[in-house]
């Protein structure tokens, strides 16, 4: 007999034998004794949710995104709006099915590595009184992504709104218990960790909203009312049920729970991810998330960055060894990824290894001997425009108030032009500019000589130490990398074209945010700023690095990038948040969705050609090119 090969998924996944043979057996579907096994699978997963005393449970046909449908479509209507928080492919379903009952909702979208967090969530809800609902989705398996589920759910009740959980593919191993975290309803499915096989949904879903649903879902068969009071008036599904489904299903829970239900179950993922995870390190792969974020559902591995790495024939590699592994769901680069899920123990993980290794020799991809000694140390940002002061405003509003007072006025535009050198620097190249040089020989009667670039600069202090007094928040995305820096042991440095004098009002309000860098240097610490290497140099040794190839200068301005280029790094351009575009946070959240692509797209063009190797919108993506940056390295390649 041919022996089937393990499922390394998020769902279906590899289910026990007596699972599969519990399917075996036909049932009448109006049968009493059929009926039991359906009101006993709701008692159980009622209890498992500690919800008894205030929800009930239905069962719904199909896949799990069906039981998310019928739950929107039942529990909302056009006078809610659901804040739908997204971080990958699930969420963006979720808004997906919003759309197309037309329903209203806002989103909030971290992309695909990023969590959403519970002071964003209040920020939003405080700023918009008009949402009721907030979405999340427990665990992101597009990315393997854990989200924070109890201090969101605790700001979503602190904020009187209600919360819908979709936990597809964490209910049954992390525990949810409703008398400790309030929600609406609670989505899941057979199929994800109580090991059953596809074929049904369940809501756990408040009883008093419940009943209040009566008459509002648009579909017959996706509403949750008509089908949780026809099982109640009857004890029968309204439409076919999938009869043998159930029945796995309620041998699969009586195994959850000789198990020792979700915490053991919960060990047993987890020790199997750990294994899994540092298995696949060994072997030179990287995980897309933070240590932090990992879920123990399913790991997301970016692939190799080698000629010879092709998905599919990997996948047919592993798969002859007796593994199905699960295709990337992200946006912004190429992944695989592995399951913990389902029957798996230490044997099928130390399997699994084995068979990537033997797949990767087949294939002629290296496996890493010393990958762990060729990785990111360092990363040195710029200031103004990268980690502080969105759009970079305050050398701005410093060089228009200062040449204004010389009644010689330059524009926002011609102010940038030069952004990211010294400020010396910045007002000479000001002033040698034809249009800005006849109007000052126009107004002054002459051209402006060495001393007036002395008096000029002096001035600008003044004004720029003001101008940064009113623009010190950190740009989102900031401490959350800072947060992927210390948990992988890279150091943090930052540079910047302002001066020591400039910078000493600034650092502490970054300190006191949470920026601890452990490197600061300033044009005017070294003998030339940029486009000189010298800063990143001085930042480097400060740091301790073993070599400047380890080190990624992150910066908003071409001139930056120059510098990293000029000092052997890798170099990451942020094209947002920074100079070219110039648009304090609150003027880019107003664009629309258009208009913010356009505007990227035209920034990152920009500084594409100043030759970043990487061209980014804010810091916040810095962690996926990271991982990307250690994988050449481990590969042997080179800035």
């Known amino acids: 007999m041919k022996k089937h090969p393990y499922l390394l998924t998020p769902g279906p996944l590899t289910t026990s034998e007596t699972v599969k043979m519990a399917a075996l057996q036909d049932w009448g579907s109006w049968d009493d004794d059929f009926n039991q096994l359906s009101a006993r699978v709701c008692d159980y997963l009622l209890g498992e949710a500690n919800a008894k005393a205030s929800h009930e449970c239905v069962l719904m046909q199909g ?15 056009t006078e809610t709006k659901t804040l739908v928080l997204m971080n990958g492919a699930y969420g963006k379903r979720l808004a997906s099915i919003l759309a197309r009952m037309g329903l209203p909702h806002t989103t909030l979208d971290k992309g695909d590595y990023l969590p959403p967090l519970a002071n964003e969530v209040r920020t939003l809800l405080q700023a918009d009184t008009a949402i009721t609902h907030v979405a999340l989705i427990h665990c992101e398996t597009s990315s393997g992504i854990l989200n924070p589920l109890e201090a969101i759910a605790r700001v979503v009740a602190e904020e009187g709104r209600q919360l819908i959980i979709d936990a597809m593919s964490s209910f049954g191993a992390l525990p949810i218990d409703a008398a400790q975290l309030p929600f609406l309803a609670l989505i899941s499915s057979a199929n994800k960790c109580f090991e059953g096989i596809p074929g049904f949904g369940f809501i756990i879903v408040e009883r008093e909203a419940l009943k209040a649903s009566a008459g509002r879902s648009r579909s017959l068969s996706l509403d949750l009312h008509d089908q949780w009071s026809y099982m109640q008036k009857t004890g029968q599904w309204r439409y076919t049920p999938p009869t043998h489904v159930v029945a796995a299903f309620l041998q699969a829970i009586e195994e959850h729970a000789a198990e020792g239900r979700s915490p053991a179950r919960l060990a047993r993922y987890t020790r199997n991810r750990d294994r899994l995870v540092t298995g696949m390190r060994r072997m030179g792969f990287h995980t897309l998330l933070d240590d932090h974020w990992l879920s123990p559902i399913i790991v997301t591995f970016l692939a190799p960055e080698h000629p010879e790495f092709d998905f599919k024939r990997f996948y047919q590699a592993v798969k002859a060894r007796g593994f199905l592994l699960y295709p990337g769901k992200l946006t912004e680069v190429d992944s695989f990824r592995i399951g913990c ?16 290794a033997e797949a990767c020799h087949e294939l002629g991809l290296p496996l890493a001997g010393t990958a762990e000694a060729r990785r990111v140390e360092a990363v040195i940002m710029d200031m103004a425009g990268t980690c502080v002061d969105f759009g970079s405003r305050a050398p701005i509003q410093a060089f228009i108030a200062l040449f204004e007072e010389e009644r010689v006025p330059v524009t926002a535009v011609e102010a940038r032009i030069p952004m990211g050198k010294e400020k010396r620097e910045h007002i000479q190249a000001l002033l040698a500019m034809p249009r800005i040089r006849e109007s000052w020989v126009s107004v002054k009667g002459q051209a402006p000589a060495s001393a007036e670039v002395d008096r000029l600069y ?37 540079n910047t074209g302002y001066s020591g004098e400039m910078v000493a009002s600034l650092l502490p309000e970054m300190q006191a945010q949470g920026l601890q860098p452990g490197s600061v240097v300033c044009a005017t610490d070294v003998p030339a700023g940029r486009p000189a290497p010298w800063m990143c140099l001085q930042n480097a040794r400060e740091l301790g690095v073993s070599g400047v190839q380890s080190c990624i200068k992150v910066d908003d301005t071409a001139v930056g990038i120059a510098e990293g280029r000029n000092a052997g790094m890798w170099t990451v351009a942020v094209a947002v948040s920074g100079n070219e575009l110039g648009l304090s946070l609150e003027e880019w959240q107003a664009l629309t969705d258009e208009e913010q692509q356009s505007a990227s797209l035209q920034a990152r063009q920009t500084l594409t050609a100043s030759g970043a190797h990487y061209v980014i919108d804010s810091v916040a993506e810095l962690p996926a090119i990271i991982a990307r940056i250690n994988q050449r390295l481990a590969a042997g390649d080179q800035p």
Do not use: M, W, Y
């Not at 998310?68 to 039942?74: D, K």
């Open 458 to 494: 002096h001035r600008f202090t003044e004004l720029q130490k003001l101008a940064i007094a009113q623009n010190t928040q950190l740009i989102p995305g900031t401490l959350a990398l800072v947060d992927v820096c210390n948990r992988q042991a890279i150091k943090v440095g930052l």
């Open 63 to 77: 896949s799990g995104t069906f039981a998310v449908e019928a739950t929107l479509g039942s529990l909302l209507d």
């Open 341 to 356: 899920i389902g029957q798996l123990f230490d044997e099928q993980i130390d399997q699994v290894l084995r068979a990537i």
